[in-house]
């Protein structure tokens, strides 16, 4: 069966500090995508980032950095130097409509 | 605007009524799918249309929900006489591509509130 695991349910840290966000994804597929979503308080769903099951290099944006590791089918996602903005829900997705349960991000100023 | 546009924003309804929720894709985008996120939970995928056609509805409750996407006009989702347990918000996304490995890009959903 395919699944997405998101086992951090909250996460909280102080402004400034390094935090990841972990996923695995468990799929018989060989090839594949995977997905960030962050919703923030405010609700709306914002399209963060697509890898491919192929490309193992790291992804960086800014404070953003997405790790793929195909062995371990995890797909991390770290933010550097957290700011309170970054407050939110993230979801790791996968391929057929798969959702992770979210991991809820909480920046303290 | 040329994201994705549903509405109402916000929909109240008493148990037994029909609720109708509208989702208008991106310009250009024929896909379209439906999610529905309980309090505190993530998103969980009801149904997948095309133009005129249902691809796949495995997340749809058998009963009293239904969805449309007609060659004209926006998707659909409708859900008749309405329960307590209804109540979530509904997302939509659309996407370009006939597969589940194109980014979907969401509204802003429809928060359904059942008195």
């Known amino acids: 069966a395919q699944k997405v695991t998101q086992a951090q349910t909250e996460i909280s840290v102080v402004e400034k500090e390094d935090v990841t966000l972990d996923c695995v994804y468990e799929t018989r597929d060989t090839t594949y995508y995977l997905f960030w979503y962050k919703q923030p308080p405010s609700g709306e769903l914002v399209f963060l980032i697509r890898?491919?099951?192929?490309d193992e290099q790291n992804e960086i944006s800014g404070r953003y950095s997405w790790n793929f590791q195909k062995s371990t089918s995890s797909f991390n996602f770290t933010i550097t130097a957290s700011q309170v903005v970054d407050s939110a829900v993230y979801f790791c997705a996968g391929a057929r409509f798969l959702w992770g349960a979210g991991t809820k991000l909480i920046i303290k100023p | 605007n040329a994201g994705v546009m549903q509405n109402p924003r916000h929909l109240v309804r008493r148990r037994g009524q029909e609720a109708r929720l509208r989702c208008s894709p991106m310009k250009g985008h024929s896909h379209v799918y439906w999610y529905r996120q309980l309090p505190e939970e993530g998103l969980k995928f009801m149904v997948y249309?095309?133009?005129?056609?249902?691809?796949?509805e495995s997340g749809m409750p058998k009963e009293r929900f239904s969805a449309e996407f007609p060659k004209e006009g926006p998707s659909i989702l409708r859900i008749q006489q309405v329960v307590r347990g209804d109540s979530a918000a509904y997302f939509c996304a659309s996407s370009p591509a006939s597969n589940s490995n194109q980014p979907q890009h969401f509204g802003d959903g429809t928060r359904l509130s059942i008195l």
């Open positions: 890898r491919n099951s192929f």
């Open positions: 249309l095309q133009k005129e056609n249902i691809i796949d």
